[in-house]
């Protein structure tokens, strides 16, 4: 009689201590899916505690009113209420915020435009063959972006103060006498708007000449082989290619002169054609800071948010299938 004796694999380590194959499979599958979340976790509290939460409070207080009681004196003269739409119709029906809103609007139609024209050429003259010291140049027109917008306002005010400018004391050399002042009431918007234009520009023509970059130079070799001068490549070939990226400018910049705010700010002190509410966020500010109405402050906030965003919006929904191709 012959003893059959039965063979077994050995036992792995894990298998000894009560884990399964299949349970080392489930743990790393489980480990893959929390990686990404805790890598993205830092970010996303933070994104929670300093924009989320103070948007969230926002928009609290936007629906509440302060009530005094008796003179004001002492802790519990003072209590929150509820104030529903209160605030924002106060807001929207004040002539002041609409002013602002009209001044902004403009200040908008003259910079903009002429911020995205002058970075254009600057970038297609940048990206031409011919052009020398491209470097040099480039650094040139992008360096007023890295001076903070209140020192470059604190620099124009003095250039537009007539007692201290230097071209001031040029035109009085030269005679002319009844030169005006960029800081008199119906200037002072283009002397605004000559600072976003100083700081805007450089960013703007650094984003288009990034794009011209990365067009693939053989469409411009087979151009030109065709005939086609180096004008008629930069209006048909490389303005159209670089569409995405003239709108992407012109988004940010829309979204910039809705929030100007540090140079009229800034050059408020030199001269009063500026008053406290010259744009909405100044409008804000005075509301916050000197009258002490964060509730009527954090209503107009909110307003601004949501027509910066419906502007936004609107201006991608308009421009999307030519810049980006996609269909309604």
């Known amino acids: 009689m012959t003893a059959t004796v039965e063979t077994r694999p050995p036992r792995s380590s894990a298998t000894r201590h009560g884990a399964t194959p299949h349970g080392a499979g489930?743990?790393?599958?489980?480990?893959?899916?929390?990686?990404?979340?805790?890598?993205?976790?830092?970010?996303?509290?933070?994104?929670?505690?300093?924009?989320?939460?103070?948007?969230?409070?926002?928009?609290v207080l936007s629906f509440q009113k302060e009530m005094v009681k008796g003179l004001g004196l002492g802790s519990g003269s003072k209590t929150r209420t509820f104030a529903g739409f209160e605030n924002y119709v106060a807001t929207l029906t004040d002539p002041e915020f609409l002013a602002s809103v009209g001044r902004v609007l403009l200040y908008g139609v003259i910079l903009v435009p002429t911020m995205l024209g002058l970075a254009l050429l600057f970038s297609l003259l940048l990206d031409a063959r011919r052009t020398g010291a491209?470097?040099?140049?480039?650094?040139?027109?992008?360096l007023p972006y890295a001076v903070p917008a209140v020192i470059s306002s604190l620099l124009w005010g003095f250039l537009y103060l007539p007692a201290v400018s230097p071209f001031y004391w040029i035109f009085e050399q030269l005679g002319w006498d009844d030169v005006p002042s960029?800081?008199?009431?119906?200037?002072?918007?283009?002397?605004i708007a000559n600072i976003g234009l100083w700081g805007g520009v450089g960013f703007n023509m650094i984003v288009m000449y990034t794009s011209l970059?990365?067009?693939?130079?053989?469409?411009?070799?087979?151009?030109?082989?065709?005939?086609?001068?180096e004008r008629q490549i930069a209006l048909r070939i490389k303005v159209p290619i670089i569409m995405p990226a003239l709108i992407m400018t012109a988004l940010f910049s829309m979204i910039a002169t809705l929030q100007v705010f540090a140079e009229p700010t800034t050059l408020r002190p030199l001269t009063n054609s500026l008053s406290t509410t010259w744009s909405p966020l100044m409008y804000v500010y005075r509301d916050a800071f000197t009258r002490d109405d964060i509730y009527s402050a954090a209503a107009t906030s909110v307003i601004i948010a949501v027509a910066t965003f419906a502007i936004s919006f609107f201006f991608l929904r308009v421009v999307q299938r030519r810049a980006f191709g996609q269909e309604d």
């Not at 976790?41 to 300093?50: C, H, R, S, T, W």
């Not at 067009?215 to 030109?224: F, L, N, S």
């Open 26 to 59: 489930r743990r790393s599958a489980t480990r893959r899916h929390l990686t990404p979340w805790m890598m993205l976790a830092p970010g996303i509290v933070l994104f929670a505690v300093f924009m989320a939460a103070p948007i969230l409070y926002t928009v």
């Open 134 to 142: 491209k470097g040099f140049s480039r650094v040139s027109i992008f």
């Open 182 to 191: 960029l800081l008199s009431p119906g200037l002072v918007i283009f002397a």
């Open 213 to 229: 970059k990365a067009v693939p130079t053989e469409i411009y070799e087979a151009a030109r082989i065709d005939g086609t001068s």
